[in-house]
């Protein structure tokens, strides 16, 4: 099959690697319909987190299951599939606890499971699933094509800008600041309005992400950044600051400013990965605003938001700027990183150039 | 009027001060019956942080009204009331929010008020309350001398203990280990048995507070610190770690073992004013535990525990274990500085030796 290696430093390439097999009773063996880019793929990509040998990569996907295990009893062959970003078995502690992206015994795609076998990344053709029946979500029936964008952005996106608003403590009428446009970002306007809030905020500089983000429920738009930025969320909210605060991005900066426009009393919930960022204590308890965060269970909450997905009442596929063929993943990835596209799906069964 | 300065290092005097006046129609003048020293205090004593001139210091009483204002009219001349450990109004955005702590208009005992007048510290006779409507909480009737030490622990401790449970959002069932064995700790302990616990881990080396938290509600009690301590709450939780922590020291140690022994997806409650600690937000990341916590916004939560210690269900003045008149303050200081006492109990009442 095809699939997508990391060399190193801006060089990506789809290349023909063995085809995934069974290797456990709890396996299975997805075709890959749909898979995209994710912005945290670009940390290795731009050279930030080093490659050391080419390396797959992805981890996103959805797709048709084409063979499973003897153990495997809630997945089928012939069953239209979501993948989290992760593999879990959803029956230790922490996945019965809402953290499975926390899996006592689970792990992360493109690398070794615990068995020492290589689990697939997702940009490619054909992935081995380990623990099938924990990691994977089935459609009643093979969904409309139009929905596949939606339901990829299950995959990542969608549960991590809905785990960014639950962190954040997101509730009815609540004003809401997002900060960071990007795929998640956007994701948490659209989590946060569907939980309700009575106002919510994006920070944003480009015009069509501030499109996407009203068409997600935003209700005000802000491009100042830093003191200015807080200074205008300080406006928009007669001097108080916002209740909930969604950091979507990693950087200090994002986090100062997420902690800068809450109020007194109010909550930052974070999901963007931290690059840097030392906090004082100190400032938490002057302001007493919480802060918590971390990798999004998006396992867990996916039975939640898959019917909305399927009956079309949530469209976080529109987060899709670009589709292209898996052949042309160097694109895909280069748009990402030049900020050309908000987040690129790949279609693997597009014909490769060879 | 006789009242508490403290001097510098370890030196503390009650002395004559000229008795406080009415300045503004919204203030009271409450003639003290019982008062207390804080954990805080003792930084000031220690000479941790700075003693520039003498002043007057302490910030939890209870009494009754002596004069009133001709603007007041929740609180009556020869009402009882329990102070909080600050001054507020209970009608800005802030106290509104449930942050009267952070009062908009609000201020400190021991310092001056936004109009420049001294308010009056609570370790002395009288006390000058500015903003007497929504500073005080007037019990129906006098109470019965007996309750007199739970109501004090109203002021400051036990809400405190009360804030740190629910920033780290003790519900029914959830293991919790407290940090911190002294008077707040220890009302911590009594919080989170009061919120339905399922287990409250208390983390103390002396035997009497061992003691006072096991008839608070302490299921076990763990007296290893550092890798050790953690070790032992692993072993304790299965592994896992406590559903909530709550910490209630301020040190970097304390944080840092809170940190460790909280699960994946738990929550640690912050009340112990930060002394030193930066933190690395991947750490928090890591494990998507949430930290929340802060002043206590102890007024806001008097109306709700009040009614439990009137009918002597909750019983917080139990962390008081030395009692002594105003005119030996400095032995006050000294007993609870040299860890002969948890807490001490303050009557202004009592003759002063002169």
């Known amino acids: 099959m095809h699939a997508t290696l990391i060399y190193g430093d801006h060089d990506i390439r789809a290349e ?5 097999i069974l290797l456990t009773g709890d396996d299975a063996i997805v075709r890959v319909v749909a898979a995209c880019v994710c912005g945290s793929d670009l940390w290795p990509y731009r050279g930030v987190d080093a490659v050391r040998a080419p390396r797959r990569i992805g981890h996103e996907f959805v797709g048709v299951v084409e063979q499973i295990g003897p153990k495997v009893s809630k997945i089928a062959v012939g069953d239209f599939v979501i993948a989290p970003f992760y593999y879990c078995d959803m029956t230790c502690a922490n996945c019965l606890y809402g953290y499975s992206a926390y899996c006592l015994n689970g792990g992360f795609w493109g690398t070794d499971d615990r068995q020492g076998a290589f689990a697939d990344g997702g940009q490619g053709e054909l992935v081995r699933v380990p623990m099938a029946d924990g990691t994977l979500v089935a459609t009643p029936g ?23 608003a639950l962190s954040a403590g ?14 998640v970002g956007l994701c948490g ?6 939980l309700g809030a009575g106002r919510v905020i994006a920070m944003s500089r480009t015009p069509q992400r501030q499109q996407l983000a009203r068409d997600f429920g935003a ?3 802000v491009e100042e950044r830093g003191d200015e930025g807080v200074e205008r969320i300080r406006e928009l909210t007669g001097g108080i600051g916002a209740d909930r605060v969604l950091e979507c991005v990693g950087t200090e900066e994002a986090m100062d400013q997420s902690l800068r426009v809450a109020r007194v009393g109010g909550q930052v919930g974070f999901v963007g990965v931290p690059h840097g960022a030392d906090l004082r204590i100190g400032r938490l308890f002057r302001s007493n605003v919480g802060l918590r965060g971390g990798v999004a269970s ?17 469209r976080p596929g529109r987060v899709f700027d670009l589709e292209l063929p898996l052949a042309e993943v160097p694109e895909a990835y280069r748009a990402m990183d030049e900020r050309r596209a908000t987040k690129v799906l790949l279609r693997p069964e597009a014909p490769l150039s060879r």
């Open 298 to 314: 998006v396992r867990n909450t996916m039975p939640e938001l898959l019917p909305e997905v399927l009956d079309g009442r949530l």
């Open 16 to 20: 023909e690697v063995p085809d995934p």
């Open 170 to 183: 997101v509730g009815r009428g609540d004003t809401v600041v997002v900060v960071g446009d990007g795929a």
């Open 219 to 221: 209700t005000d738009i």
């Open 142 to 164: 093979i969904p409309d094509a139009a929905l596949i964008p939606d339901l990829l952005a299950l995959s990542d996106v969608m549960g991590t800008g809905h785990h960014a």
């Open 189 to 194: 306007v659209l989590a946060a309005t569907r």
